[in-house]
């Protein structure tokens, strides 16, 4: 592993997008998965990401509960989140950017959208 590479956790419970986005990024960034919202906070007590990027919908912990976590943590309320998420209704966005998030992605999204909003977020927090 490469020390200057960006840490980048991606917390969803499909399969089909961890590896979707663990293809697309793990070029550049060093991609860590997590397929629930507890699997992603156990994996924050081990790894400072400097992105993650979360789904919304999921079993145990929905993506709104996982970010209430984190941004109630001193230690990691500054790491930003983008939300990618299959719903794209103005309301959860609203929502999800009141509540801290640092951006909102809606699935299925395209490549160049996705690298650009982590580049984007990357850029200001740095």
């Known amino acids: 592993m490469e020390e200057n590479r960006k ?26 998965l997590a397929k629930s919202g507890k699997m992603a906070l156990a994996a924050l007590a081990r790894v400072r990401p400097d992105v993650i990027l979360l789904d919304i919908e999921m079993p145990d912990m929905t993506g ?24 794209a209704s103005e309301k959860l966005i609203d929502k999800a950017v009141g ?16 690298l650009s909003k982590i580049s984007n977020v990357l850029q200001t927090v740095s």
């Open 7 to 32: 840490v980048i956790l991606v917390v969803d419970d499909s399969s089909a997008n961890l590896q979707l986005c663990k293809g697309l990024l793990s070029g550049e960034y060093d991609v860590r």
């Open 64 to 87: 709104f509960e996982v970010m209430g976590e984190i941004k109630e943590n001193l230690e990691l309320k500054n790491i930003p989140v983008i939300f990618v998420t299959s719903h």
């Open 99 to 114: 509540n801290g998030a640092a951006d909102y992605l809606v699935k299925p999204f395209v490549s160049d959208l996705l």
